[in-house]
């Protein structure tokens, strides 16, 4: 660990990609700074101007209250052009009161005393569908 920050960098995964881990109060939330798409807002652990801590990871699915939510990054593959894809990833701010989890423009917030219910899964990027079919103006889904 590094400093008072508890905060690791340089260390390599499994499949050699460079990580990034931070001790919090969900727990241990290691960060891949690589992936095999682009990550938009880019992966990172920092600390704001306002003194509040700013994760952002493609790494986990976060499970609160037991499963009543979960909160994962998106893999968006545009249909119109499949070869385009990209990772929205979970912000999640946490200061001194509040944990807040952000993905696209969907917002969650707990308090820090709930922070001992959420419960953090590896996630992986992965597009589920192979056999994607690029549009032909055809009109089948009324577009």
């Not at 508890?6 to 919090?24: A, I, P």
């Not at 003194?51 to 209250?65: D, E, P, Q, Y």
């Not at 944990?99 to 922070?115: D, K, P």
């Not at 899964?121 to 992965?126: F, G, I, R, T, V």
Request: proline share 7%; net charge neutral.
């Amino acid at each position: 660990m590094k400093g008072k920050d508890n905060l690791s960098d340089g260390e390599k995964t499994e499949t050699g990609r460079k990580t990034v881990e931070r001790q919090t109060e969900l727990g241990m939330i290691k960060v891949d700074m690589e992936y095999p798409y682009p990550c938009v807002p880019p992966p990172g652990i920092r600390e704001e101007k306002d003194g509040k801590l700013l994760i952002i990871t493609a790494s986990h699915t976060f499970r609160i209250r037991n499963g009543e939510m979960e909160i994962s990054p998106v893999l968006y593959q545009s249909c119109m052009h499949p070869e385009k894809n990209h990772i929205d990833p979970v912000q999640i701010r946490i200061d001194g009161e509040e944990i807040c989890f952000q993905v696209r423009n969907q917002q969650w917030t707990i308090r820090s005393s709930e922070a001992s219910s959420v419960e953090i899964l590896p996630w992986e990027a992965k597009i589920k569908k192979k056999s994607c079919i690029p549009c032909t103006n055809c009109g089948r889904c009324s577009w």
